[in-house]
């Protein structure tokens, strides 16, 4: 038998030439999206304020199980992609398990992470649409970079609400926006309405994606049709376009005569973990294969394992339409942790039913043991791993440990979202021992559970 490589990269011409919208396959589809104003559910022209038409589409798209990736994108993507398969080789020695680990890796492009897969699509959408450019939030700031690279290779503006905390902690993140022209405003900011009333409500906020989204929902609105706004996680359309990961892991792994036990991902918003496991979700639902799929949150951010199944805003500013999912309601200000794209009180819909109809499990991990983890695993597999993604490596290992114990080989695949380069301040407070793990009390959640909408859909919860 051949050994298995380290590395699997696929060929350009194996690359997936159709992104795959798991809600195609779904028995039950999620419940729609509702208009806040009428309760009704939102039509795709609802949307157009907001978003791109051709996105809009998309997002309401529930069957179309293949969609034609534009020519131009595919050409964007084959800078940066395929991304390798890896096989954790040292890592399994060093944890002296039977268990096969894999890890799709995400990081290998200037924004550090997997986020440029649906900004190029994003971005490209716009300058179809003949948009001048796009608003969005950024929480860690790699949805803010991917975007501003993307905008930049499609010359269009880029206007980047980032969340405060992240603002202040990662200077170097804003002087790569700015290489590509991204503008960037630390948000809450008093340059919108609804950045003043959260300001004047919590003078001392260190924001959320929440709050970064109303602002940038807010300026796109405003600019008189020249701009739309673009988000870089929870939305269907945005699993759509992260669904080229788990394409590609699959393919991968069916060169190697691989398929995963347990497929694991770390959980923001859920567009790494829509995307990486939508082929394997598709083959559980249809019945074709039943691997566990986890998603692995921070526990101080806890929306699948603490949160109420709920209809929430997307945003703090109660601007956006209203969808329902696993939430800690819109009003929950997570604590300064330092996986800042994981600070998101909602969760992807699409994950959010899977989750609620039993199909994927969920854990929550203290930042310390998450670190813990990306530690051994840089010493090890010699990638730097972003907070975020290190949320994944931690359940993997855990996993793995189990395997030791029971001494079975299963075979593990987790998505290495991105590079920590950009977090080293999170990395000298774990090193110095100056790292907290703050878990919110049933108190603290009770706050931001007050804050979801009074609405008939919410009767029951
Ligand atoms: C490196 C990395 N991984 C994961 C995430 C979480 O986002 P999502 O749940 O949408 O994949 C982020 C968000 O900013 C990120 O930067």
Not at 161 to 167: D, R
Not at 315 to 325: E, F, Q, Y
Not at 359 to 374: I, N
Not at 392 to 398: F, K, S, T, V, Y
């Amino acid at each position: 038998m051949t050994k298995i490589p380290h590395r699997l990269y696929l060929t350009e011409d194996q690359m997936p030439k159709q992104w795959f919208n798991l809600r195609a396959v779904m028995k039950e589809q999620p419940d729609p999206m509702l208009h806040p104003a009428t309760l009704q559910p939102m039509t795709e022209r609802d949307l157009y304020p907001i978003f791109c038409e051709e996105l809009a589409r998309q997002e309401l798209d529930e069957t179309h199980a293949y969609i034609d990736i534009p020519e131009e994108i595919q050409e964007i993507y084959k800078m940066y992609r395929p991304s390798p398969l890896i096989r954790a080789y040292a890592l399994e020695k060093a944890l002296g398990t039977p268990a096969k680990i894999y890890y799709k890796f995400e990081g290998n492009n200037t924004s550090g992470s997997h986020k440029l897969n649906s900004a190029v699509a994003q971005a490209y959408y716009a300058k179809q649409q003949g948009l001048s450019g796009v608003t969005t939030e950024t929480g860690a700031g790699q949805w803010g970079t991917a975007l501003s690279e993307a905008c930049s290779y499609f010359d269009l503006t880029c206007d980047v609400f980032m969340v405060k905390c992240s603002y202040e902690q990662k200077p170097f993140r804003k002087a790569v926006m700015r290489v590509f022209d991204g503008s960037i405003t630390p948000s809450p900011s008093t340059t919108t309405e609804v950045g003043r009333k959260i300001l004047a409500e919590h003078p001392d906020t260190t924001g959320s994606l929440g709050c970064a989204i109303s602002e940038a929902v807010e300026a796109a609105v405003k600019s008189n049709g020249s701009k739309r706004y673009v988000l870089g996680s929870v939305l269907n359309q945005v699993l759509l376009h992260q669904s080229i990961i788990g394409l590609e892991s699959k393919i991968a792994m069916e060169q190697l005569n691989e398929y995963p036990d347990i497929v694991i991902g770390c959980a923001g918003g859920g567009s790494n973990l829509g995307g990486l496991i939508a082929p394997f979700m598709a083959d559980k639902i249809t019945g074709k294969s039943n691997p566990r799929i986890i998603a692995v949150e921070p526990a101080s951010c806890p929306s699948l394992t603490r949160g109420k199944y709920a209809y929430d805003f997307c945003d703090t500013g109660k601007v956006t339409p209203m969808a329902r999912m696993y939430t800690l309601g819109c009003g929950f200000i997570p604590s300064a942790n330092h996986a800042g794209g994981l600070r998101y009180h909602g969760m992807s819909p699409i994950l959010s039913k899977l989750y609620h109809d039993g199909y994927m499990e969920a854990v929550s991990y203290e930042q310390t043991k998450v670190f813990d983890a990306a530690v051994l695993f840089a010493k090890r597999e010699t990638i730097l791993p972003a907070p975020e993604s290190a949320h994944a490596i931690r359940c993997a290992i855990d996993e793995a440990l189990k395997c030791k114990e029971s001494g079975e080989a299963k075979t593990i695949l987790f998505g290495l979202t991105g590079t920590g380069y950009f977090d080293m301040v999170a990395y000298e407070n774990y090193l110095n021992g100056n790292m907290n793990d703050y878990i919110p009390t049933d108190a603290d959640l009770q706050v931001g559970f007050n804050s979801l909408p009074d609405i008939p859909q919410n009767k029951n919860i």
